[in-house]
């Protein structure tokens, strides 16, 4: 059985604690590797190496940080394939799909070498009598990012990008689920010329979690994954004095109006609602039409679709989705289906029963369709994670907006139109993060920042994007005044005590 350690000092270590996680292999269902979990002694140690790495590199000049990480990006683009491949074997997604998740990393590194710009201070000449302001932007010293199991090359992407090239040393701590792809990446790093401890990765649970959250050494927590961690970690980290960012889960809607184009929405909701099995924070899993006509349209056209979604194991480049993340998340979704038709909801097709031949023991669930959902059913309060669309039927424009509006999360929305007033209006309106306009996944890219309100984040700072590199630095204002100096004083004639 293959072992996965923890990349510390630049090198694979093994485990010590004793304590080991299942990494399965969605597609077969098999257990692939065992994970090492990391106990809070094996957490000190790698605090203390990265603090002592993390001066030389800070002083390290910016563009020599930003030539490491465009080192990074060469010899991780000639990788994909093989990246993508490993990914997918551990998520489950396909590999098409795992080259997007990779793919969408490596841009905020590419931002990320942008650096020795994005870190440029402000300067005022003469902002008083002889006086000058400038600021600066200083790195916070060790920080960590805790990151979730849908998105494992991306998401720790995001944060060691943005955290290295402002000089910080960076502590990930990815998801027990599928970690070998953050451990190929940090190994990346290193062979780009990045010195030893400036990027560690310790794999663990909640107890490495809850040593991070504590730890003296660390000055800021980076979090991604479901709502009540996120939660317990932005309060857990700000009560030991630490800047935090934490991202949660979302419910995240897509209204069509009846003007839109109803074949584009309907591609728009089949994509969105089921690429990836929905395990996207940004999945589309709630469809809003807007009045019986674009209802009765919609569903028309968007039954068949989902009858007919292709599902196969991740290598299978024709299928449309993998099978999810373990057996026990395809249990969770499949009982939020039981739960959907025991609270009414009509549940159109359903995808609970099916097989994968030849692959009997993965972890696959069927697209499912749910109709006539109501604002008040769990299944569309709360956030399923899985392959499962749920649609409310809204009487006009302002009770669609009211939906997400007042609903929980509040992570991505889109609206389908050819009204641009309406759409307007809308992204004016909606009191959610990202907003899409005839586009289901509104992900900004790179050089924009991500970030959902309410409660799909707790923190000031969104990730990537110019938020990512005031996140992880300090600002330092300077303010100087020189005395009269030697150029109105200058004395030639030889001094003397009278
Ligand atoms: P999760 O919250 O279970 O796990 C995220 C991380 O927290 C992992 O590293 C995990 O080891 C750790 N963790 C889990 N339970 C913990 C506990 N009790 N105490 C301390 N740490 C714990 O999330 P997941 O299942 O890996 O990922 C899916 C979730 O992430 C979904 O809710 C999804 O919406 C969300 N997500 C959000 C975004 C976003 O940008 N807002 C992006 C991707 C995923």
């Given at each position: 059985?293959?072992?996965?350690?923890?990349?510390?000092?630049?090198?694979?270590?093994?485990?010590?604690?004793?304590?080991?996680?299942?990494?399965?292999?969605?597609?077969?269902?098999?257990i692939q590797a065992k994970v090492a979990?990391?106990?809070?002694?094996?957490?000190?140690?790698?605090?203390?190496?990265?603090?002592?790495?993390?001066?030389?590199?800070?002083?390290?000049?910016?563009?020599?940080?930003?030539?490491?990480?465009?080192?990074?990006?060469?010899?991780?683009?000639?990788?994909?394939?093989?990246?993508?491949?490993?990914?997918?074997?551990?998520?489950?997604?396909?590999?098409?799909?795992?080259?997007?998740?990779?793919?969408?990393?490596?841009?905020?590194?590419?931002f990320a070498i942008g650096a020795p710009?994005?870190?440029?201070?402000?300067?005022?000449?003469?902002?008083?009598?002889?006086?000058?302001?400038?600021?600066?932007?200083?790195?916070?010293?060790?920080?960590?990012?805790?990151?979730?199991?849908?998105?494992?090359?991306?998401?720790?992407?995001?944060?060691?990008?943005?955290?290295?090239?402002?000089?910080?040393?960076?502590?990930?701590?990815?998801?027990?689920?599928?970690?070998?792809?953050?451990?190929?990446?940090?190994?990346?790093?290193?062979?780009?010329?990045?010195?030893?401890?400036?990027?560690?990765?310790?794999?663990?649970?909640?107890?490495?979690?809850?040593?991070?959250?504590?730890?003296?050494?660390?000055?800021?927590?980076s979090f991604v994954g479901s709502t009540?961690?996120?939660?317990?970690?932005?309060?857990?980290?700000?009560?030991?004095?630490?800047?935090?960012?934490?991202?949660?889960?979302?419910?995240?809607?897509?209204?069509?109006?009846?003007?839109?184009?109803?074949?584009?929405?309907?591609?728009?909701?089949?994509?969105?609602?089921?690429?990836?099995?929905?395990?996207?924070?940004?999945?589309?899993?709630?469809?809003?039409?807007?009045?019986?006509?674009?209802?009765?349209?919609?569903?028309?056209?968007?039954?068949?679709?989902?009858?007919?979604?292709?599902?196969?194991?991740?290598?299978?480049?024709?299928?449309?989705?993998?099978?999810?993340?373990?057996?026990?998340?395809?249990?969770?979704?499949?009982?939020?289906?039981?739960?959907?038709?025991?609270?009414?909801?009509?549940?159109?097709?359903?995808?609970?029963?099916?097989?994968?031949?030849?692959?009997?023991?993965?972890?696959?669930?069927?697209?499912?369709?749910?109709?006539?959902?109501?604002?008040?059913?769990?299944?569309?309060?709360?956030?399923?994670?899985?392959?499962?669309?749920?649609?409310?039927?809204?009487?006009?424009?302002?009770?669609?907006?009211?939906?997400?509006?007042?609903?929980?999360?509040?992570?991505?929305?889109?609206?389908?139109?050819?009204?641009?007033?309406?759409?307007?209006?809308?992204?004016?309106?909606?009191?959610?993060?990202?907003?899409?306009?005839?586009?289901?996944?509104?992900?900004?890219?790179?050089?924009?920042?991500?970030?959902?309100?309410?409660?799909?984040?707790?923190?000031?700072?969104?990730?990537?994007?110019?938020?990512?590199?005031?996140?992880?630095?300090?600002?330092?204002?300077?303010?100087?005044?020189?005395?009269?100096?030697?150029?109105?004083?200058?004395?030639?004639?030889?001094?003397?005590?009278?």
């Open positions: 059985m293959r072992e996965i350690g923890h990349f510390v000092a630049g090198r694979t270590v093994p485990g010590t604690s004793g304590r080991t996680g299942d990494v399965f292999k969605p597609a077969t269902g098999e979990l990391a106990s809070p002694s094996e957490i000190d140690e790698i605090v203390a190496n990265a603090a002592e790495a993390q001066a030389g590199w800070a002083a390290t000049n910016p563009q020599k940080r930003a030539r490491v990480l465009m080192e990074f990006c060469r010899l991780a683009y000639a990788e994909i394939d093989e990246l993508a491949a490993l990914l997918a074997s551990e998520h489950g997604k396909t590999v098409p799909d795992a080259k997007g998740d990779l793919q969408r990393g490596l841009e905020v590194i590419e710009h994005l870190l440029k201070g402000e300067f005022t000449e003469g902002a008083g009598p002889g006086i000058d302001m400038y600021s600066m932007r200083q790195p916070l010293g060790v920080v960590a990012g805790i990151t979730p199991f849908n998105f494992p090359a991306m998401i720790p992407m995001w944060m060691f990008g943005p955290a290295i090239a402002c000089g910080n040393a960076f502590i990930l701590k990815p998801s027990e689920r599928d970690p070998s792809v953050p451990m190929r990446l940090a190994e990346l790093m290193i062979e780009a010329g990045l010195p030893e401890g400036i990027l560690n990765v310790v794999n663990g649970d909640k107890e490495a979690v809850e040593t991070l959250l504590a730890h003296p050494g660390i000055a800021a927590i009540p961690i996120a939660r317990h970690v932005y309060q857990t980290a700000a009560a030991h004095g630490k800047r935090v960012q934490a991202l949660g889960g979302a419910k995240n809607h897509l209204i069509v109006m009846p003007d839109a184009d109803m074949d584009q929405a309907v591609n728009a909701l089949i994509g969105a609602g089921y690429g990836s099995g929905g395990e996207r924070c940004m999945a589309v899993s709630v469809a809003v039409p807007v009045g019986e006509e674009a209802a009765s349209a919609l569903m028309e056209r968007l039954v068949p679709r989902v009858e007919s979604l292709k599902i196969g194991p991740s290598h299978d480049a024709d299928a449309d989705f993998g099978p999810l993340v373990t057996a026990a998340h395809r249990d969770r979704v499949r009982s939020y289906v039981d739960l959907g038709v025991e609270e009414g909801a009509d549940l159109v097709v359903d995808g609970r029963g099916f097989q994968m031949q030849g692959y009997e023991d993965g972890f696959y669930i069927g697209g499912c369709l749910f109709d006539n959902v109501k604002p008040d059913m769990r299944i569309y309060r709360e956030e399923i994670f899985g392959p499962v669309l749920s649609v409310v039927r809204a009487k006009d424009y302002e009770e669609a907006l009211s939906l997400p509006n007042e609903h929980e999360f509040g992570n991505g929305v889109a609206i389908f139109t050819r009204d641009g007033d309406a759409a307007r209006d809308f992204a004016t309106r909606a009191q959610i993060g990202m907003v899409g306009i005839n586009v289901p996944i509104p992900v900004p890219l790179a050089y924009h920042s991500f970030g959902g309100w309410k409660a799909s984040l707790f923190g000031a700072h969104n990730q990537h994007g110019p938020d990512s590199f005031h996140f992880f630095t300090r600002a330092k204002t300077v303010t100087s005044r020189w005395p009269s100096g030697i150029k109105d004083t200058a004395e030639f004639v030889m001094p003397t005590m009278s």
